[in-house]
């Protein structure tokens, strides 16, 4: 009996090594014409080579394309190569990563990240380059025809920027786009999540004029800046020189007509003649020193301006009386 179990082994063998191909079933049908090995059942799976991470590692040379199950990752691996490197490629881990309803690829189950470049995803969706510059393209590229495309990035360098650029069709060459936020309707908000008008800045802002330079700043407080150098103090602020059709300045104090009123004290032609000699300047208006170091101020200057102007009136009227007495003691 043994003789005949060794002589049927042998043949089969020599059957299956003729044939080139092995079916394994339980209804008897031949391989499929393209399989070098048809495995059928509706009642049992296959189980390829289960190892540990280590020992999947320890393999000596494993081949391309060589398939085994990791049970440290609970993952499949498989081997793969290029001209320069071969390396193992994982190819799921635990439940079913990816659907497709036809119309949507989409990560399942919906807690799951998406890394691209980057195997520890932070968020929905994650893209990274830990070599460089990290570019999102969204829309036909730089260089195809006819079309404008979207450029999300991020810097290089450590405490670098990121960026959104409008990119029309070829790039640099092809130039650059327009960058519209919100057509339609809405509002956009800059350092706050309820924005109250078409734009909404929370916090200090500023235009640059030359790159440099700082052409207007905004700051959070309400005071404004035009020129890079702002002066310290003032709610306006101008670098430079400034032009308006008509300028209203809103006084707090009280306007000089007090100079009419019979308690004010004129100075006498001597005492105003001494305080011009010892002081080069009329009174109660600032010296050119004091003009030289702080400025003008336009509102109370021209406060002083009528004041003087007011005493110079009544100056006038006190010579006008003293002429008609002379005219008069003359007759």
Not at 101 to 106: G, K, R
Not at 280 to 290: D, E, F, K, R
Request: with cysteine.
């Amino acid at each position: 009996m043994k003789k005949y179990f060794i002589s049927f082994c042998m043949l089969l063998f020599v059957y299956v090594a003729a044939q080139s191909q092995v079916a394994i079933n339980t209804d008897g049908a031949a391989p499929a014409a393209s399989a070098m090995l048809d495995v059928k059942s509706n009642e049992k799976g296959m189980l390829i080579p289960r190892m540990t991470t280590a020992q999947r590692e320890a393999i000596v040379n494993p081949t391309n394309g060589l398939l085994v199950y990791d049970i440290s990752t609970a993952s499949f691996w498989y081997r793969r190569y290029n001209l320069l490197q071969n390396w193992w490629e994982q190819i799921a881990i635990g439940e079913n990563m990816w659907g497709d309803n036809n119309s949507t690829i989409y990560s399942s189950p919906s807690s799951r990240n998406v890394g691209i470049g980057i195997s520890n995803a932070e968020s929905k969706l994650h893209v990274s380059n830990s070599s460089g510059t990290t570019t999102l393209t969204i829309g036909r590229s730089a260089t195809s025809g006819g079309y404008t495309g979207m450029l999300l990035g991020t810097s290089a360098v450590s405490n670098g920027y990121n960026y959104i650029q409008s990119v029309r069709a070829g790039g640099q060459a092809g130039g650059y786009g327009n960058l519209i936020l919100n057509p339609v309707d809405g509002n956009v908000g800059v350092g706050t999540s309820a924005p109250q008008s078409r734009l909404d800045i929370n916090g200090t802002f500023s235009v640059q004029g030359n790159g440099t330079n700082t052409a207007l700043k905004v700051f959070n407080d309400g005071r404004v800046s035009i020129g890079y150098k702002a002066a310290t103090g003032y709610w306006f602020s101008v670098n430079g020189n400034m032009i308006c059709e008509e300028l209203k300045v809103q006084l707090g104090t009280t306007w000089p007509d007090y100079v009419f009123h019979p308690a004010y004290k004129l100075k006498t032609f001597d005492e105003l003649r001494q305080f011009i000699k010892q002081n080069n300047h009329l009174p109660n208006v600032p010296s050119a020193a004091i003009i030289e170091k702080d400025g003008i101020n336009v509102g109370d200057m021209h406060k002083r301006a009528i004041e003087k102007i007011e005493e110079l009136t009544l100056y006038i009227l006190q010579l006008e009386e003293r002429l008609a007495a002379l005219e008069s003691s003359v007759k």
